[in-house]
């Protein structure tokens, strides 16, 4: 099984993901297509790892999961005080970001 | 039998992804990942990282994705769920246009590497090779830095999190002015709008019921408007 296979699944995962980042106007959405950006290349650290046989690779991904994780916490309660405040939840129409 | 497997979760993996993108209800585009999340841990035990792709499970699918249902929950889909479809054609030729640039830069990127003249199957592993031992022993030698930092990181975004949303200042300042204890004790609530206490007094059923007043106006009015003066 060539490592080439898992880095194919990765750049097309990577390629939907920017798409999906700057079609999308909901920030919940962008917020997911975030993750698949993250995602790929977690599959692609953990195939090289596989490949050179070196554990390094699995600590690369698993470091990328905390700053995901990290990412999805401030990125709802941004969303959330939006929410709150009862601005539209739509990128388009946050344009101007002062109080 | 790798190579069956493998194309069925990454086919998997990608139709996630794709529903992710292309779905119209916020909630469904989070059911998607969902798939396209567990299909990738798949992807990794077949490539003997167990301990990541149990931790992609527990963390990712289970935690991470539950907190985003919450908040899809909390917030809705947005009175327009049809987001994608109403973005004007330039910004999607655009964005289909970058994506696909990004796809051929890659591409070229993994095909120009001659990987595939290394062979197919790899190092020789390791009996220990993708398990929590192994990991453990690397995070806690080689990466003690990179550890200590992701946990600092994880507090950091923890108080970040509370403090962008939580309330301030109570719920009475943050709701305008509905009642925070619409009881019988405080603030007793108008009559014929079904409390415990009209149920325990048989009141409407041996008494007969008024006729409802609404005092000529909607009940959200007031809690609108308050929320414009706020603003």
Request: aromatic share 10%; hydrophobic share 55%.
């Amino acid at each position: 099984m060539s490592i080439n296979w898992y880095l194919l699944v990765s750049a097309i995962i990577f390629s939907l993901g920017a798409a999906g980042v700057t079609i999308r106007r909901n920030p919940l959405v962008i917020l997911l297509c975030l993750e698949l950006m993250l995602n790929a290349g977690n599959l692609a650290l953990i195939g090289f790892s596989r490949m050179w046989g070196d554990g390094a690779g699995e600590i690369f991904a698993i470091v990328v999961m905390v700053i995901a994780a990290c990412e999805v916490a401030i990125g709802l309660g941004i969303i959330v005080a939006l929410y709150r405040r009862r601005l539209p939840v739509d990128v388009d129409e946050l344009k101007d970001l002062h109080g | 039998m790798t190579f069956l497997f493998f194309f069925i979760f990454a086919g998997f993996a990608l139709a996630g992804a794709a529903g992710v993108v292309v779905l119209r209800n916020p909630f469904y585009c989070v059911l998607s990942l969902v798939v396209h999340l567990i299909s990738l841990a798949l992807l990794f035990l077949l490539l003997e990282a167990q301990f990541v792709a149990v931790a992609q499970i527990v963390v990712y699918a289970g935690a991470v994705m539950v907190l985003y249902v919450f908040v899809v929950a909390y917030v809705g889909g947005g009175d327009k769920p049809d987001q994608l479809w109403s973005a004007s054609w330039r910004q999607k030729a655009l964005a289909i246009g970058f994506a696909t640039l990004i796809f051929i830069e890659l591409a070229i990127a993994i095909l120009g590497t001659a990987l595939s003249s290394l062979g197919t199957e790899g190092a020789k592993l390791s009996a220990t090779y993708g398990t929590p031992a192994q990991i453990g022993e690397l995070l806690l030698t080689d990466f003690l830095l990179a550890f200590e930092l992701a946990s600092m990181l994880l507090l950091v975004a923890a108080i970040g999190a509370v403090a962008l949303a939580g309330r301030r200042g109570g719920i009475a300042e943050d709701e305008g002015n509905l009642s925070p204890r619409h009881g019988a004790v405080d603030t007793p609530s108008p009559a014929a709008t079904g409390s415990m206490a009209e149920g325990v007094s048989g009141y409407g059923v041996t008494t007969p019921l008024p006729e409802p007043q609404f005092e000529g106006r909607e009940l959200e009015q007031p809690v609108r408007a308050a929320a414009e003066d706020d603003r």
